[in-house]
């Protein structure tokens, strides 16, 4: 293969890599901007959008497509169901301490892990793609549908920002952000925020796994990469900054496809952890983080 | 009984009474008698319940219980009734090794057998040699009669990768190209696969041309894929873990309805998963490696039914209550044969406890032939006491119409080797 199509390959795989990763690390950073929370389980809500998607394609009789676009929909729904109670049973009663809330989400990790082995088992299942139309250049074949997660991400993206800058909601969320103590002094109730904001952030890893699922396949143990490479994003995006994030997931991402080609996925991994290590020496609250 | 002295009649009512209490008695304390005379052998079992190894752990544990079944209505082993004890590994080998622990210390196992992944037998060997108890491993990798391991370890179920790979490589060679590129696991199952593929196939005058070494835990292949030489006559391809039906997929979309080479998988690529799958359609007329045909082939005798029946597998490979379950067919077989020769080892050695594990062993190194049979369904196998391997026929399968249909065997001679160990020689 040349030079041309070799490049044209990596830079595809890194497409839909970075689109993956920005949907799942913007959750993990609205939830650490907003509610200072580290969340150490938002692998697992990822792991839980696939299964729950699995349940409903298995459940719906007909063309594959009907499945899917109904997992869409009432995956992210039920994640972000159970995230809203995980915040109102568990984070609320330890007052969203940090510290505390980093050790109450590993055992929440373990706890939805542990669930997912207990009620789907330890086989992995796969989910059939909506469609399964191929792109074939004259060097490789590529699937349509990955193209279609890279659309599909960039809309749910725009509609977060526009969410996120548009709506009384989001600015209700941007409020707390800035000030806890000062936006409930104006009457925001911001108990029901934090419980929303952690049902949204959990909710996008929803939809990312739900868009994944079809190209690799439900498995309980699928929240491993996702959270490392989230919290990777992240901290060199600058935690909170969701600019930052974006920013950062296309460049793990697509770093990512091109190194793993030319050279070895390991080298693509040692590289990201090295930029990790580099921003967190040089410059600690991330490249479009603000000054704490 | 004697008559009524003062009527001269039956039995009185009270000495009827007496003699039915003094019979249930007895029949209560019987049971117990025999318990003691008869304690059920406990054989404890490794195994990958969950895990990158669970799709594989699911069916050796069905295999099991079906061939314990077999074994218990029979009679048992030597007269004695068989429990086994299951206990879960997470097909890791830090693990692995604390479940042969628990299950030798805590459970009082007569023995160990079951696993298959290499890295968990790897991990898990050296305490069973520690323990001094029999270790019966059911995992294909060239460990064993590498001689790597000890005594106690021994492989009496299912052939090794190096000698299934010998059995193989000359048909690979006639039959569809000498321009090799490999792509396999990165680790030891991996390795034996690159070094014993690579060595004979040079010995058919052929090449491997590339080795691409892919991490067992990956979950996205494509990118791997660019490596494969463009002269690739054809691709090798063995594949383990969870991800395994995302890397064939790949591979899928990669050539798409361009040109290909030729295929050669060994079935692990595709344990457990549905041929049927969207998206594997482009496997038609491809090659695959199978230990034991999944399809029910047309020349399938009788004890290859019995034991299809046995295990509650369909005539595609499928379980008869599941259509979407498919078997690991290719391997499970392993479990069932390993269960017959631990009973067969039992009754030649007079084993009667733990004391004489030793014997077993020894009993187990003095076996030989072992004919097509309701015990060993998968074929015949000739067992070599020094290496402590098996050796038995392959079968090379082509995807015709969707199912994997039988186009060439090996004969147990196609695999043999020079051995490369004598255990019997190692102390206890």
New interface residues.
């Given amino acids: ?1 040349g030079f041309g199509p ?1 490049l044209l ?2 830079l595809l ?1 890194g497409t839909v ?1 970075a689109a993956v990763l920005a949907l799942t690390a913007v959750g993990l950073s609205l939830v650490f901007g907003v509610m200072r929370v580290v969340n150490v389980a938002h692998g697992e809500f990822f792991m839980l959008g696939a299964v729950v998607a699995w349940f409903v394609a298995a459940a719906v009789p007909g063309h ?1 497509a009907m499945g899917f676009m109904l997992a869409l929909v009432v995956a992210p729904l039920v994640v972000a169901g159970v995230a809203a109670l995980a915040d109102w049973l568990v984070l609320k009663r330890l007052n969203y301490d940090p510290e505390a809330t980093i050790v109450a989400t590993i055992g929440l990790l373990y706890i939805l892990q542990q669930s997912a ?1 207990t009620f789907f ?4 299942r ?1 989910v ?2 909506p469609f ?1 139309w ?1 792109i ?1 250049t ?6 349509g549908y990955k193209l279609f997660v890279v659309l599909a991400a960039i809309a749910i993206l725009l509609a977060v920002w526009a969410f996120m800058t548009r709506t009384r909601a989001g600015l209700v969320m941007r409020a707390t952000q800035v000030d806890r103590q000062t936006a409930r002094a104006f009457g925001i109730n911001v108990d029901r925020v934090y419980a929303g904001t952690f049902a949204l952030g959990a909710g996008l890893a929803a939809v990312a796994a739900v868009l994944v699922v079809p ?3 439900a ?1 309980y ?2 929240g491993g ?1 996702p959270l490392l490479l989230s919290f990777i994003v992240v901290i060199i995006g600058g935690l909170g900054s969701l600019r930052g994030t974006l920013v950062a997931a296309l460049v793990i991402g697509l770093g990512d ?1 091109v190194i ?2 030319f050279f070895s ?2 080298l693509a991994k040692i590289i990201a952890t090295l930029l990790v290590a580099l921003v967190l020496v040089f410059r600690p609250q991330g490249l479009f983080g603000a000054k704490a | 009984m004697t008559t009524n002295d003062l009527t001269g009649q039956g039995p009185s009512r009270r000495m009827v009474l007496t003699g039915m209490g003094a019979g249930l008695l007895a029949s209560a304390a019987m049971p117990a008698v025999v318990w003691a005379q008869g304690a059920p052998i406990k054989l404890g079992f490794q195994l990958h319940r969950t895990g990158i190894g669970a799709a594989y752990g699911h069916w050796y544990e069905r295999t099991a219980q079906a061939a314990l079944k077999v074994v218990n209505d029979a009679g048992g082993i030597a007269g004695r009734p068989v429990e086994i004890i299951f206990e879960d590994d997470g097909t890791d080998p830090a693990r692995g090794a604390e479940v042969v622990d628990k299950l030798v210390n805590q459970h009082g196992v007569d023995m160990v057998f079951g696993p298959l992944f290499s890295h968990v037998v790897m991990g898990s060997a050296p305490r069973a040699g520690e323990l001094k108890v029999p270790y019966l491993v059911c995992s294909e990798g060239y460990h064993v009669a590498s001689g790597a391991l000890n005594r106690w370890t021994l492989q009496p179920g299912i052939t090794d990768v190096r000698s299934q790979i010998a059995s193989m490589a000359p048909w690979v060679a006639a039959n569809l190209g000498k321009k090799v590129t490999m792509v396999y696991p990165d680790y030891a199952f991996g390795y034996d696969h690159r070094d014993f593929f690579t060595a004979a196939i040079a010995a058919q005058g052929g090449e491997v041309i590339a080795q691409i070494a892919i991490p067992p835990t990956e979950t996205t292949f494509t990118r791997y894929l660019p490596q494969i030489p463009a002269e690739t006559e054809v691709l090798y391809h063995v594949m383990v873990g969870p991800a395994v039906l995302t890397f064939v997929k790949e591979l899928g979309e990669f050539y798409g309805t361009g040109p290909k080479p030729q295929l050669f998988g060994f079935i692990d690529s595709l344990e457990a998963v549905d041929f049927a799958t969207p998206g594997l359609e482009f496997l038609e007329g491809t090659h695959f490696w199978e230990a034991h045909n999944r399809v029910k082939q047309a020349d399938a005798g009788e004890f290859e039914t019995a034991y299809r029946a046995a295990v509650g597998v369909d005539d595609n490979g499928a379980s008869v209550s599941d259509a979407a379950d498919v078997a690991t067919y290719s391997h499970m077989f392993s479990v069932w044969e390993t269960l017959f020769v631990i009973k067969a080892g039992i009754e030649a050695s007079g084993y009667a406890g733990p004391a004489d594990r030793q014997k077993f062993v020894e009993a187990l190194e003095a076996m030989t032939d072992m004919p097509l049979s309701a015990e060993h369904p998968q074929g015949a196998k000739r067992f070599n006491g020094k290496t402590h391997q098996v050796f038995g026929v392959q079968n090379i399968s082509q995807v015709q119409g969707g199912k994997l249909m039988r186009v060439h065997q090996t004969t147990i001679e196609d695999g043999l080797y020079d051995d490369a160990v004598d255990y019997t020689t190692m102390a206890f």
């Fill in positions: 293969m070799f390959l990596a795989e890599a594959a082995l088992g330890p086989t992995p796969p059939e793609a399964t191929r074939q004259p060097w490789f074949g590529y699937s190209v690799s396949q498995h143990l699928m990469d496809g793993s080609m996925p390991t």
